[in-house]
């Protein structure tokens, strides 16, 4: 069963907007991770954010994370045509490595 | 510094049959998980090996196995195929089962059960 659930599940802007994607769970957590997968390949991790952290950057990237609400988002500002992916979130409750995905977030850049 | 490698990348088998996957973690790593990802899913936990013993499980039944090696490398296999078998076999490594740092995820292996 899927512990998180995206939205919107897909989303299409022109090069050079901001993307904003946004993950619900279920469960307490102890972390969450971003990964992104291009055309049905491998995933690629993103960010992790740990359940006593509201917000982290990585270059164009910025995660919040609301223990409260149950809820994550994911930005990426000014987006490039390469960011056209499918985006997850993973959360992992017990520090165990087992993760639980979403569906997933489609975003397409268009150039 | 090698990656996560799978083998196969495709495989095509009929119903009934059986089919193993191979998985290399990254270098250093030592803990493997699979995941199985149905054609437009996220991918879902099938279990986790660390120090050569499945440490936890999804909710799959008895026809998926694995198992680790001394080398850290792992194998999954699955009795019994059926078509809803047919997905994207992922495999991800990270280091120490309790540690909950980031997995790397391999390409994959597109599994196709006709």
């Known amino acids: 069963s899927q512990q998180g659930e995206e939205d919107p599940q897909a989303l299409s802007i022109q090069e050079g907007e901001n993307a904003t994607m946004n993950c619900s769970y279920k469960t307490s957590i102890n972390n969450l991770q971003w990964y992104r997968q291009n055309s049905g390949r491998g995933l690629v991790h993103l960010i992790l954010?740990?359940?006593?952290?509201r917000e982290k950057h990585s270059g164009r990237l910025r995660v919040t994370l609301d223990t409260s609400k149950k809820s994550s988002s994911l930005l990426i500002t000014a987006s490039r045509a390469a960011d056209t992916a499918s985006y997850f979130c993973?959360?992992?409750?017990?520090?165990?490595?087992?993760?639980?995905f979403g569906q997933g977030t489609t975003l397409q850049v268009k150039p | 510094d090698a990656g996560v490698t799978q083998s196969p990348t495709h495989l095509i088998k009929t119903r009934g049959q059986q089919v193993t996957l191979r998985c290399s973690p990254k270098s250093g790593h030592d803990t493997v998980s699979w995941y199985q990802q149905a054609l437009g899913q996220g991918p879902q936990f099938i279990f986790q090996y660390y120090e050569e013993e499945e440490r936890q499980r999804g909710n799959f039944p008895d026809r998926f196995s694995g198992h680790q090696f001394p080398n850290y490398s792992s194998e999954l296999n699955v009795n019994a195929l059926l078509l809803g078998d047919s997905a994207l076999y992922l495999c991800?490594?990270?280091?120490?089962?309790?540690?909950?740092?980031?997995?790397?995820f391999g390409p994959g292996t597109r599994l196709t059960v006709l």
């Open positions: 954010i740990r359940s006593n952290e």
């Open positions: 993973a959360t992992d409750r017990g520090n165990t490595g087992k993760l639980i």
């Open positions: 991800a490594s990270s280091l120490g089962v309790k540690l909950a740092g980031t997995q790397y």
